[in-house]
């Protein structure tokens, strides 16, 4: 057993959002530390007990931490964040749907993915980070050719473009958009191919949408149109190999700290896939896949890329990976002029399902 200085000694930390447990025990969200420099974690502390916090959302102004309850009856809870710490405002507020996925900050609400009955919903936020309001519930419609995972809508993933929120539903394969104004209008902006099964995007620089699918393991890049998005380029995921099950199953998708690569986590193959993103002359940016790197653990369900220090230039990304399947977190280094990268450390954390840097 290695030794672990005391929590709050580290140079970084992290958010954790988890998942029950299979055995028992305290659900929660999790503090962890992390010399990043040195590439080792430095301890951990439950901050706040919640049920299914399995999705956490940090306000733009880093005063407030919300959370999901992925439950039938799905609800948000806001946290005032003082000094590492989480105090909650209120009780959890519902959010009008159920098992809700994913939120993001989005001007003075906040914006969740219900999936379970493919609902979007708008909470009003007040100046102070706690929700003040009632949501507004935008319902989605359609359905998908896999009969066992789309027979209805399910949205999964809200990106923040430009101000505006871009639903991803993995239920009809579409792309939504729901109005911030108080009128509530709802349009289809954009569609994959059938059965991609859209899990989670990241918006790239002139506004080109990277979405990976869940149910066909595929990178699809969009670009934006006047009235929505028009799909341009599809990317293959590797040739990783399922070591956890007969098929893979990409989760969370991000740019590297310098944007000038994307990070793909892929479940079953419990990898860390790396493209080089390029722009030459035009709209649509050109992909070059580098290479997988093993998580050090098993079903990889999101990560975080951790900010470098001001006016520091690294060698490499790090990257904190969520291995639900392991109850760990690991610490993984990917060179910036090379193809794979290596797990350096790893820590128990309780079926982890959400990273972000504090």
């Known amino acids: 057993m290695s030794f672990r200085p005391e929590p709050g000694v580290g140079d970084t930390a992290v958010w954790v959002g988890t998942y029950p447990e299979p055995n028992g025990g305290a659900e929660g969200i999790w503090r962890v ?9 430095l301890g951990s502390e439950l901050v706040a007990v919640t049920p299914s916090p399995s999705y956490l959302a940090v306000h733009p102004e880093g005063h407030s931490l919300y959370a999901v309850a992925e439950l039938e009856a799905g609800a948000v809870t806001a946290y005032a964040v003082e000094q590492g710490q989480l105090r ?34 708008a909470l009003p936020l007040g100046a102070d980070g ?54 509530g209008t709802s349009a289809v902006i954009g569609s994959l191919p059938r059965g991609t099964g859209p899990r989670h995007a990241v918006v790239l620089p002139d506004g080109v949408l990277a979405v990976v699918g869940e149910l066909d393991p595929v990178l699809h890049l969009l670009i934006p149109t006047d009235d929505g998005y028009d799909l341009v380029a599809r990317f293959e995921l590797g040739d990783a190999t399922p070591v956890d ?13 310098d944007r000038l690569r994307l990070f793909i986590a892929v479940r079953g193959a419990n990898v860390i896939v790396t493209f080089a993103l390029r722009w030459p002359l035009g709209p649509v940016p050109e992909l070059e896949y580098l290479g997988d ?59 982890p399902a959400c990273v972000l840097e504090v």
């Open 293 to 351: 790197t093993p998580v050090g653990g098993r079903w990889p369900r999101h990560f975080a890329v951790l900010t470098p220090p001001d006016g520091e230039t690294p060698e490499a990304d790090t990257l904190i990976v969520a291995a639900q399947g392991s109850s760990l977190l690991t610490l993984v280094r990917i060179p910036r002029d090379g193809d794979r990268g290596v797990v350096v450390d790893a820590y128990d954390v309780p079926a």
């Open 33 to 41: 530390d992390i010399d990043a420099g040195a590439g080792v974690f």
């Open 130 to 183: 706690a929700v003040r309001g009632e949501p507004r519930v935008f319902a989605h419609h359609g359905e998908g050719p896999d009969r066992e995972r789309q027979s209805s809508p399910h949205a999964h993933f809200v990106a923040d473009v430009g101000g505006s929120p871009v639903v991803v539903d993995l239920g009809t394969d579409e792309l939504w958009h729901h109005s911030t104004s108080s009128r």
């Open 245 to 257: 099950g007969d098929r893979n199953f990409p989760s969370h998708i991000a740019l590297s700290s």
């Open 88 to 121: 909650p405002f209120a009780p959890a507020v519902g959010t009008g749907g159920s098992h809700p996925c994913h939120l993001a900050v989005i001007g003075t609400e906040v914006w969740v993915a219900n999936y379970g009955d493919g609902t979007v919903s």
